[in-house]
């Protein structure tokens, strides 16, 4: 009789039904899971070698590991939801009981010493928001297992060691926001299902090895702010859908192997933009006239191309400009009035073809500048005693010209000079003194 109990359908059923109510009871379940997420975070601290902030000796048994310095739990499950421990010094590498903490939202590790890879455990935080670990000296590869972390919406692992290339796994990424994996030694393309992730508005993928073009798709970021891709070795043109997103404001492409032309409506398609840099490239065609319509810019420059024509009359109306840099590039006809733009503003002009005396209107320029470069150009006759309106100037740079004639006293009001070129000019005379140290 018993025995036939035991074996009957009905008895199993509703025991494993008990079982279940049991594991469900969300005070056994937690305490359980608890004791599991106190046993990862003592394997983390374990794996922690220096401390000499001593952050980790709170770490201990006398105060609950919610209440731990860096720990952060849910009041309803105590389950460690964010591990944020930035900037504490620390040394050690991150185990793969990290993965254990699977009701991580955060992970902030960003400027301590942590060393060794990335585990792949880590694609068990199917909760995960935010993931920085920036500032570390983390080697190894991306691991693609992180492509399980659909929630993420911050990635960020710049500036560590990073090597090979992008996992495509990470393509089922889409809820990402920001992307910063700047700084490290990754190879390859960058991914064309970049360009699917419509949330995005930081990319910076800067100094790293990538080869390749701009992906066309990268176009499709609609809600693109930040766009930062120097440092690389990228070829190719900017591809025309970049240009589509209204959205950017800082572009940097500077130091790549890019050529082709600005598009002459840039400064309209791109009315945002605050920093346009893609300097020590193989860019040609002329400065395209509408930049002047992109009323934030503040930083200009397409240093080391080989740009041609002028510097356009109208970027005068750029009140924010601070730096505008053209060095380098084949502009200029060696002609006076070359420098007409200057009676508005003007900056970093060096190793040019511009010629004719400098213009009195250089008084006029923005007293907010603090860098002039016009070296290697073929200016003669006076320094303008205007030039001493600018007072905010930390660097003048007049070397290479055939200037000529004695400084003008007022070069002595300016007292935030830290740099001051003068050689190869025929000037005569003495530097007037100025309360810093000038060279
Ligand atoms: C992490 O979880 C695994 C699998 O559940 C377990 O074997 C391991 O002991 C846990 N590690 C720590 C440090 O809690
Ligand atoms: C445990 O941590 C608390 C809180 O930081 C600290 O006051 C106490 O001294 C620590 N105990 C030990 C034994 O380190
Ligand atoms: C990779 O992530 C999956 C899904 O979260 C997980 O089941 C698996 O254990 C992870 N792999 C490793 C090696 O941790
Ligand atoms: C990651 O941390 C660094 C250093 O604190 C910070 O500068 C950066 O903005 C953080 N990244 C994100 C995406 O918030
Ligand atoms: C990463 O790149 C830097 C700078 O190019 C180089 O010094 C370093 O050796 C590289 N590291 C690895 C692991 O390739
Ligand atoms: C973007 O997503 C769509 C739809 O999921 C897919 O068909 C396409 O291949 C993806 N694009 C890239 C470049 O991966
Ligand atoms: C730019 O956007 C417009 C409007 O959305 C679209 O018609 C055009 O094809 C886009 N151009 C490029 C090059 O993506
Ligand atoms: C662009 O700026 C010029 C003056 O520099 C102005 O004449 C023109 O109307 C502007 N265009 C637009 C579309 O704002
Ligand atoms: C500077 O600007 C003022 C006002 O626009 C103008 O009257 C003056 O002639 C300019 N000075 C020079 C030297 O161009
Ligand atoms: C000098 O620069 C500072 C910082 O940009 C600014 O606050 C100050 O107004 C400038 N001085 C003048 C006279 O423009
Ligand atoms: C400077 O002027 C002399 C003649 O006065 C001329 O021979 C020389 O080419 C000029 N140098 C430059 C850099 O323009």
């Not at 880590?122 to 993931?131: C, F, H, P, S, V």
């Not at 798709?217 to 859908?241: A, D, V």
């Not at 319509?293 to 750029?318: H, R, V, W």
């Not at 840099?325 to 420098?339: A, M, R, T, V, W």
Request: some cysteine.
């Amino acid at each position: 009789m018993e025995y036939q109990f035991l074996n009957s359908k009905w008895f199993w059923l509703h025991f494993l039904e008990f079982i279940h109510v049991l594991w469900m009871t969300p005070g056994l379940k937690s305490a359980i899971i608890e004791v599991d997420d106190k046993l990862a975070l003592i394997d983390f601290k374990s794996h922690i070698t220096q401390d000499p902030l001593q952050i980790m000796s709170s770490w201990n048994d006398s105060i609950h590991f919610c209440n731990w310095v860096g720990v952060t739990c849910s009041p309803f499950n105590e389950r460690v939801t964010a591990l944020k421990l930035e900037s504490k010094q620390l040394v050690g590498s991150i185990p793969p009981s990290v993965g254990n903490l699977t009701c991580l939202k955060v992970i902030n590790l960003q400027e301590n010493n942590f060393h060794g890879q990335i585990p792949d455990e880590i694609g068990r935080l199917q909760q995960l928001q935010d993931l920085n670990l920036t500032y570390n000296y983390l080697s190894g590869s991306i691991p693609s297992n992180l492509s399980h972390c659909r929630e993420l919406r911050v990635f960020d692992t710049s500036a560590n060691g990073l090597i090979g290339q992008i996992p495509d796994q990470l393509s089922s990424l889409e809820k990402l926001e920001i992307i910063r994996l700047g700084r490290n030694n990754l190879t390859g393309n960058i991914p064309a299902w970049i360009g699917n992730f419509s949330s995005l508005h930081v990319l910076w993928l800067a100094l790293n090895d990538f080869h390749g073009n701009i992906p066309i798709e990268l176009g499709q970021l609609s809600g693109l702010g930040i766009f930062q891709l120097y440092g690389n070795f990228l070829s190719g043109m900017i591809p025309s859908s970049i240009y589509n997103i209204s959205s950017i404001h800082y572009i940097s492409v500077t130091q790549n192997q890019l050529h082709g032309q600005l598009p002459s409506d840039v400064g309209l398609t791109l009315p945002n933009l605050e920093i346009f840099a893609g300097g020590v490239n193989y860019f040609t065609g002329s400065i395209p006239i509408s930049l002047s319509n992109a009323s934030k810019l503040q930083i200009l420059d397409f240093s080391d191309n080989g740009l041609t024509g002028t510097i356009p009359e109208n970027f005068g109306s750029l009140k924010s400009l601070v730096r505008l840099n053209f060095e380098i590039n084949k502009l200029g006809s060696g002609k006076i009035g070359d420098l007409k733009f200057l009676s508005f503003l003007a900056n970093c002009l060096a190793q040019n073809r511009f010629g004719g005396e400098l213009p009195s209107s250089i008084a006029n320029l923005s007293t907010h500048l603090r860098i002039l470069t016009m070296g290697d150009n073929l200016f003669y006759g006076n320094i303008p005693v205007g030039i001493g309106n600018l007072v905010n100037l930390s660097l003048l740079g007049f070397e290479g010209n055939n200037l000529s004639g004695s400084f003008p006293e007022v070069m002595g009001k300016l007292n935030k000079l830290e740099g001051l070129e003068l050689n190869a000019n025929k000037f005569s005379g003495f530097i007037p003194s100025s309360g810093s140290s000038t060279n």
